[in-house]
């Protein structure tokens, strides 16, 4: 999904690439090294390896990742980041961050563990998501929440709001984290930091959930980002139930608009990544 979402060259924006690659070009000086916070499966931390066999890869989550094998110039540490990581101050070039904060009490505290484990001049890459929900001239929809109206107007004639918006307004809540308030922008809560020079680069990534995309390309995406998103509705429903607020009937035809909603609605997902760079 990410590198369809990323375009060339895939492991990060390609907007983006020449910045990561300058930041790593091969220095006989120093050995050069990337951290990869919250690295889930391994993958992005095992291909970045591959792309830069000159540097050490270091990926770091709370759960084991999925390779037995991995490129000598790759490792996989285990822990919470959220304790903290001085283990790591002062040590990296590159640090990469997807879709962390959303999961974290404490999202800005992240940002401080990430510029203190870069070295001076070392590049941020903070790439995370948005409860926002956009139409199909990326245009942002308001929610539409329980009561519905009897009978629900079809899906297809809503233009200006959203069922799913609707559903993750609720889920901001129940999920009860402190991810980055929504009245400031990602590059903004990088430059509050501190750490971090003003000139933050910001690419916004849309992706098109069941259908290819205002300019009908981005087919694969659309697909996989259509069954990623019935997943996550299904695996938050009982989240919803537990709150007592919403019996199952409400939820299954919330659920079932939501599934119209990705089949003809043409809405869009949104996601921003950003690249600051440590002061020196």
């Given at each position: 999904?990410?590198?369809?979402?990323?375009?060339?060259?895939?492991?990060?924006?390609?907007?983006?690439?020449?910045?990561?690659?300058?930041?790593?070009?091969?220095?006989?000086?120093?050995?050069?090294?990337?951290?990869?916070?919250?690295?889930?499966?391994?993958?992005?931390?095992?291909?970045?390896?591959?792309?830069?066999?000159?540097?050490?890869?270091?990926?770091?989550?709370?759960?084991?990742?999925?390779?037995?094998?991995?490129?000598?110039?790759?490792?996989?540490?285990?822990?919470?980041?959220?304790?903290?990581?001085?283990?790591y101050r002062g040590l990296f070039d590159v640090v990469?961050?997807?879709?962390?904060?959303?999961?974290?009490?404490?999202?800005?505290?992240?940002?401080?563990?990430?510029?203190?484990?870069?070295?001076?001049?070392?590049?941020?890459?903070?790439?995370?998501?948005?409860?926002?929900?956009?139409?199909?001239?990326?245009?942002?929809?308001?929610?539409?929440?329980?009561?519905?109206?009897?009978?629900?107007?079809?899906?297809?004639?809503?233009?200006?709001?959203?069922?799913?918006?609707?559903?993750?307004?609720?889920?901001?809540?129940?999920?009860?984290?402190?991810?980055?308030?929504?009245?400031?922008?990602?590059?903004?809560?990088?430059?509050?930091?501190?750490?971090?020079?003003?000139?933050?680069?910001?690419?916004?990534?849309?992706?098109?959930?069941?259908?290819?995309?205002?300019?009908?390309?981005?087919?694969?995406?659309?697909?996989?980002?259509?069954?990623?998103?019935?997943?996550?509705?299904?695996?938050?429903?009982?989240?919803?139930?537990?709150?007592?607020?919403?019996?199952?009937?409400?939820?299954?035809?919330?659920?079932?608009?939501?599934?119209?909603?990705?089949?003809?609605?043409?809405?869009?997902?949104?996601?921003?990544?950003?690249?600051?760079?440590?002061?020196?």
């Amino acid at each position: 999904m990410w590198r369809l979402l990323n375009g060339p060259p895939g492991l990060y924006p390609g907007a983006l690439a020449p910045l990561v690659e300058a930041q790593l070009k091969i220095d006989a000086s120093h050995q050069k090294r990337v951290l990869d916070i919250g690295s889930g499966s391994g993958i992005w931390a095992v291909e970045i390896a591959e792309t830069f066999p000159h540097v050490d890869v270091v990926g770091f989550d709370l759960a084991k990742n999925k390779y037995e094998t991995l490129p000598t110039n790759c490792r996989f540490d285990r822990g919470n980041v959220e304790l903290g990581i001085p283990q790591y101050r002062g040590l990296f070039d590159v640090v990469h961050c997807r879709s962390v904060a959303a999961h974290l009490t404490d999202p800005i505290g992240l940002l401080k563990s990430i510029g203190e484990s870069l070295k001076p001049g070392g590049l941020l890459l903070l790439v995370d998501g948005s409860y926002n929900v956009y139409g199909s001239q990326k245009q942002p929809l308001l929610p539409i929440l329980p009561p519905f109206d009897s009978p629900r107007p079809p899906v297809h004639e809503q233009t200006t709001h959203s069922y799913f918006r609707g559903w993750m307004e609720i889920w901001k809540d129940l999920a009860g984290n402190g991810i980055i308030p929504a009245t400031k922008s990602a590059d903004d809560i990088i430059k509050d930091d501190g750490q971090f020079a003003d000139d933050v680069r910001t690419i916004d990534l849309y992706g098109p959930v069941g259908w290819p995309g205002h300019d009908g390309t981005e087919q694969e995406l659309g697909a996989i980002l259509k069954q990623n998103l019935t997943e996550f509705v299904q695996a938050s429903k009982p989240a919803f139930l537990k709150t007592g607020g919403f019996s199952s009937e409400v939820l299954g035809e919330w659920m079932l608009a939501i599934d119209e909603e990705t089949d003809v609605g043409h809405i869009y997902t949104f996601w921003t990544a950003s690249a600051g760079f440590k002061k020196p």
